[in-house]
Nanobody, 117 residues
Framework: QVQLVESGGGSVQAGGSLNVSCATS????????MAWYRQAPGKPRELVADISSGGTTMYADSVKGRFTISRDNAKNTVYLQMNSLKPEDSAIYYC???????????WGQGTQVTVSS
């Protein structure tokens, strides 16, 4: 079965950096686009960044120039490097993959990122 396991969250001060990872299994990772979402308390889940199977990336305007999404197909893992973090980046970060046989994407359990001012 499809499994997504995020790790690497934590607490940092504003201006700091974190690198979160999402280890996957149960599907052919190299053939699927992957995405990172986040959800802050009381707010809807929002797309942060995604990366195609070929490595093309897309970022939300709020994180452009600060976050970098990457993938390692040999390790079946997708990463999100977050630099110059701001308090408004505080949220639970989730990785996600869509499959053609399912209406909704698969989600990991999430990893908490807290940025203090």
């Amino acid at each position: 079965q499809v499994q997504l396991v995020e790790s690497g969250g934590g607490s940092v001060q504003a201006g700091g950096s974190l690198n979160v990872s999402c280890a996957t299994s149960g599907f052919i990772f190299s053939m699927r686009a992957m995405a990172w979402y986040r959800q802050a308390p009381g707010k809807p889940r929002e797309l942060v960044a995604d990366i195609s199977s070929g490595g093309t990336t897309m970022y939300a305007d709020s994180v452009k120039g600060r976050f970098t999404i990457s993938r390692d197909n040999a390790k079946n893992t997708v990463y999100l490097q977050m630099n110059s973090l701001k308090p408004e980046d505080s949220a639970i970060y989730y990785c996600s993959v869509a499959m053609p046989w399912r209406n909704s994407p698969y989600w990991g359990q999430g990893t908490q990122v807290t940025v203090s001012s």
